[in-house]
């Protein structure tokens, strides 16, 4: 089995930063890529930034350049570290921890962002 928990998150000003973590635990030799994915209100969830146990990093068109996604290996740990925050980057942010099975992954609960104006 497979935990995956988030913390940071909260309200900031446009123009402010963020970091989000996300922790694994149980068997995470399994996971081959660690991603954020984010929901808006009335939006569909898209894919904020991913990076694989290669450390390849892959980013959302709208955060490249602001937002970066990094790894602490020794304690299976991701973070989200995002600056420049923007108003349209409210939402739910959920941690994504994939096997590369079909069906085989597993997500957090989710931990709210809220830039505002």
């Given at each position: ?11 900031v ?17 399994r ?87």
């Amino acid at each position: 089995q497979v935990q995956v928990m988030e913390s940071g998150g909260g309200l900031v000003q446009a123009g402010g930063s963020l970091r989000l973590s996300c922790e694994v635990r149980g068997n995470t030799y399994r996971i081959n890529r660690m991603a954020w994915y984010r929901q808006a209100p009335g939006k569909q969830r898209e894919l904020v930034a991913a990076i694989t146990r290669g450390g390849d990093t892959n980013y959302g068109d709208s955060v490249r350049g602001r937002f970066t996604i990094s790894r602490d290996s020794a304690k299976n740990t991701v973070h989200l570290q995002m600056n420049s925050l923007k108003p349209e980057d409210t939402g739910v942010y959920h941690c994504n921890a994939d096997t590369f099975r079909p069906g085989d992954d597993y997500w957090g609960q989710g931990t709210q962002v809220t830039v505002s104006s």
